[in-house]
């Protein structure tokens, strides 16, 4: 199947799910629970719209290629003195005294 035809079969799955949503709010009443899930359908809703929009832009729209800059670590122990004046924290200072 075709990407425009896997959009169109999820679109008319979601319609059915809504439907669902409205005969079963019919029968359970407009309760918080049910809310949510019309909610929820709601949002599946916009999310495949954005979806249906981005895809017809080509299949890499929007997503700009960024070469991944490793950095290393070095495994040799930090130099004590950039920790020289530094407090423990949530231990107090090293003197006993609050500032």
């Known amino acids: ?3 425009q035809d896997e959009l169109t079969a ?4 979601l319609d059915d799910l809504v439907r669902s949503v409205g005969r079963l709010e019919t029968q359970v009443g407009a309760g918080l629970e049910i809310r949510r899930v019309r909610s929820d359908t709601d949002h599946l809703r916009e999310s495949l719209a954005l ?5 017809a832009c080509g299949p890499q729209a929007g997503r700009q290629a960024v070469p ?3 950095v290393t670590v070095s495994d040799a122990p930090y130099d004590a003195t950039l920790w020289a004046d530094a407090e423990d924290e949530g231990l ?3 003197t006993g005294h609050a500032p």
């Open 1 to 3: 199947m075709s990407l």
């Open 10 to 13: 999820v679109e008319r799955n």
């Open 51 to 55: 979806l249906k929009q981005s895809a």
């Open 68 to 70: 991944v800059e490793m």
């Open 92 to 94: 107090g200072s090293r």
